[in-house]
């Protein structure tokens, strides 16, 4: 179990784990994210770990959609909203979201670098 | 007798003089006539200081309760609140009041204030900055539902050029599977080829065989002399048919190898269309993707919209809100300052 002792989550093609690293968390997606509203899935657990990095200090998230075969629109829109939640807390509480992306897919190059424009600074691809 | 207390203070002044002349009179017989012009002095001198007195301006320490605090107004009714007329509004004071009068400056410079409070609340400043903010935030929320509207244009957009790539990708497959099929016959047509090739080199060598056969006949029937002549013809013409094969099979081998030729030339061909359409089948793959992109970025791009939109129709509630509750409350104080105003000017006009 991770530090903010959020269970992994699989459902249909997605398999989403919560581990520590050695600065905070990460937030690992296996699989495709295709299903018709992800919001289902994807919002209760980013207010979980977006409420407990702020609650425990955590500094750092590493998102890493390396392993993201495909991702829909109502997907992104959710991980649109968890990054908007950030921008929404002072500057005394952000913590820092790291993007890791493939680059050999080509649809997590064009648009994951999008969402660095949300909260300049807070958000990083890698 | 209604006198002020200057007036009964001027009085008793005169009145404490004259009758202090009385008492020296008594002490001085001689001035007894004086003392009885005195008297009539006094009383004259009473009625001269009475006459002083009453034309005395009235001073500034000793004001009357204005009527609005002798006999106080019923509270005001909120639910029912009228603004101030603009014959109120306009009213000024009288002149003769204004200038000259017993009226203190503090309470004619009071009612100027309370007037120019009313003005300034008619023209309402803060009420046009509110109107102003309202109109902003409702411009940037129209700004935003048409960046929202582009958005959602530009990702219908990229929708449909990612689900044309799709049918593009698929026509490239159908295209590469065709190929791979040409390409599977075409070497089928080069076997066969192939194989009519070591056919006539096996007919040659049976022509060939033929040739001396008919050669050694030649030869057998010339040792028969006459009775082998039949012979000789017939051996001359198995000679002459294996030469007409012989050509005949050459002919066959040159055409074959021109086919072999073109089959192999075509093989090179559907190999290199294969590989140009594998090629662009990834290319297709990659704007599939770099689309797909387009519209993950347009719907982040949505998404802010989205966000932007829902604070700036709470900025314009906020904005109704505090213009409503400062409206109300600007008639409030406007009612109120004109009743107050109204009252000091009543009782100004009756002093």
Do not use: C
């Not at chain 1, 530090?3 to 690992?28: R, S, Y």
């Amino acid at each position: 179990m991770n530090k903010l002792n959020i269970e992994p989550v699989q459902q249909d093609k997605i398999k989403i784990d919560i581990v520590d690293n050695a600065e905070g968390l990460t937030t690992k997606f296996v699989g495709d994210i295709d299903m018709e509203d992800p919001s289902i899935l994807l919002d209760p657990l980013f207010e979980k770990i977006h409420q407990g990095m702020v609650a425990k200090k955590v500094p750092f998230v590493v998102a890493d959609f390396q392993a993201l075969n495909f991702l829909n629109s109502s997907g992104i829109k959710a991980i649109a909203k968890w990054i908007m939640k950030l921008a929404m807390l002072p500057p005394d509480q952000k913590y820092q979201i790291r993007i890791a992306h493939n680059k050999a897919i080509t649809w997590q190059v064009t648009s994951l670098p999008t969402l660095t424009f949300l909260v300049p600074g807070a958000v990083k691809v890698e | 007798m209604n006198l002020t207390r200057r007036q009964w203070l001027v009085t008793g002044l005169i009145g404490v003089l004259s009758a202090g002349f009385w008492v020296v009179t008594l002490w001085h017989p001689p001035l007894a006539v004086a003392s009885l012009i005195d008297a009539v002095w006094l009383v004259a001198g009473l009625l001269a200081g009475w006459r002083f007195v009453r034309d005395l301006p009235e001073s500034p320490s000793t004001p009357e309760l204005p009527p609005l605090l002798d006999s106080p107004r019923p509270p005001l009714d909120h639910n029912n609140l009228e603004p101030p007329s603009e014959e109120i509004l306009s009213a000024g004071l009288p002149q003769d009041h204004v200038l000259g009068s017993a009226i203190p400056s503090e309470v004619l410079e009071g009612v100027e204030a309370l007037r120019q409070l009313e003005a300034a609340w008619e023209v309402d400043v803060f009420q046009q900055d509110m109107t102003l903010m309202s109109g902003n935030a409702g411009f940037i929320r129209e700004n935003v539902d048409r960046a929202f509207e582009i958005a959602d244009n530009l990702a219908n957009s990229a929708q449909h050029a990612f689900s044309l790539s799709e049918r593009v990708q698929k026509g490239v497959t159908v295209v590469t599977n065709a190929l791979l099929e040409s390409l599977k016959q075409t070497e089928v047509l080069s076997e066969h080829s192939a194989r009519i090739t070591g056919i006539l080199e096996l007919m040659s060598e049976v022509s060939d065989k033929i040739h001396v056969l008919s050669i050694n006949a030649s030869i057998v029937s010339a040792r028969a002399g006459i009775a082998g002549r039949a012979f000789e013809v017939v051996a001359k013409e198995i000679r002459s048919l294996a030469k007409e094969t012989e050509h005949s099979l050459g002919n066959i081998v040159e055409v074959i190898e021109f086919l072999r030729s073109s089959i192999a030339k075509v093989i090179k061909v559907v190999r290199d269309a294969d590989a140009e359409t594998e090629q662009e089948k990834n290319s297709l793959i990659e704007v599939a993707g770099a689309l797909q992109g387009v519209i993950l970025g347009v719907e982040i791009v949505k998404a802010v919209s989205g966000f932007a939109k829902e604070k700036a129709l709470e900025q314009d509630q906020l904005s109704h809100g505090i213009s409503e509750r400062q409206t109300k409350q600007t008639h409030e104080w406007k009612v109120k300052v004109a009743a107050v105003r109204a009252s000091l000017e009543e009782w100004i006009a009756k002093e």
